[in-house]
């Protein structure tokens, strides 16, 4: 009985190093870090050994391994011995009792270290990593001291092997937008989250990798006012805009002198004052076409209007950038902020994409499934069409790349406004 209760003991024992092994090294630290600046008892702890794996890793070993010992040499033998002491009294040959007795004590003891010793211990760890984490570090802290001078063998024959292999033996490990976007797709599968909220960090990732040409209102699309114009071509074109806010030109689109608020203007109209656009004229951030698009956010924040004016390097007018322009990379445009109710793209019976040429390039590559080049010198589906056929296409003109036929189907001047996206034959999904 006494050699069984043993057995049980040193495989709840494996079972709490399985358990600490696992639930430490899956651990968040970020997590870890929030629960010890919180006071949480052990966090800190945790925390210590997940910084220390090399360390934590020889402590866990040792004690696995002695337990491993001590059930083969112990417990094995002393209840082999006892169950063939059993088989014998019920009549059964030494012959057969001995390997019999043996074989079952074995078999029993193996499975229970799988099952008890391994698998519930580390399921356990996977479902609640951080709290368990807590809970066993100042035992594995101090099993970690007692066992020191074995521990610092074991952890420095490790780094050994690792340098003699050429590898430094540190995690390289950092998390990557891939993975970010994984997390948040298995917790939108989950429940956790809901689709446009998961949208919407789509949005917030993508946001960092672009420049302020992939966000902005293009030049094409701007609604502005010149100076030159006569007062009468000026109010006509108040009135037909849908804009609070207009940028000014003296004569050239190229010469942006600042920004006009829709409410001054109505202001001096309602005091029957003259139409004195220069007056009411504020002055707009400049910003070069190359700027990320975080960088704008901060500018547009410190800027006397929310309107930058976008320049390329020669000093041309490219376009203006809007608070609105953020959110609609962000959450997706609003109909009152665009003149197409359209959306950007639209999955047809076949299974080919019907897209918009300004859609932007990389959500397009999430919807078709595919993988932009790095180093690109385009933002848009159009633009992508364009870099590959390198000339101004017409209508019906295609070409194939990134494992789809881009063909275009509408041109609105010579700008591509509509693009069909078919999947060329015997082309998998891209990864």
Known sequence: MIELLVAIGLIALNGVFSLSELAIVSARKSRLKSLAESGRRGAATALALAEDPGRFLSTVQIGITLIGILAGAFSGAALGRRLTDILGGYGVPQTVAEPLGYGLVIAVITYLSVVIGELVPKNLALRNSERLACLVAPLMSLVSRVGAPVVWLLDASTKLIFRALGSSGDSAHTVTHEEIRMIVAEAETAGVIETDERTMISGVLRLGDRAVRAIMTPRTDV????????????????????????????????????????????????????????AHVRVAPVIPDTIDALDVLNVLREAPVPMALVHDEYGHFEGIVTPADILDAIAGAFQSDTHSHDPEAVERADGSWLIAGSMPADEMADRLGIVLPRKRSYETAAGLVIAELHHLPETGEAVETLGFRFEVVDLDGRRIDKILAARLPNEGFSS
């Open 223 to 278: 609604d502005w006012i010149n100076l030159a114009d006569t007062d009468g071509a000026i109010k006509a074109a108040l009135m037909n805009t849908r804009r609070s806010r207009l940028p000014v030109a003296d004569g050239d689109p190229d010469n942006m002198i600042g920004v006009i608020q829709a409410r001054d203007l109505l202001a001096s109209a309602l005091a029957d004052q003259p139409l004195n656009i220069r």
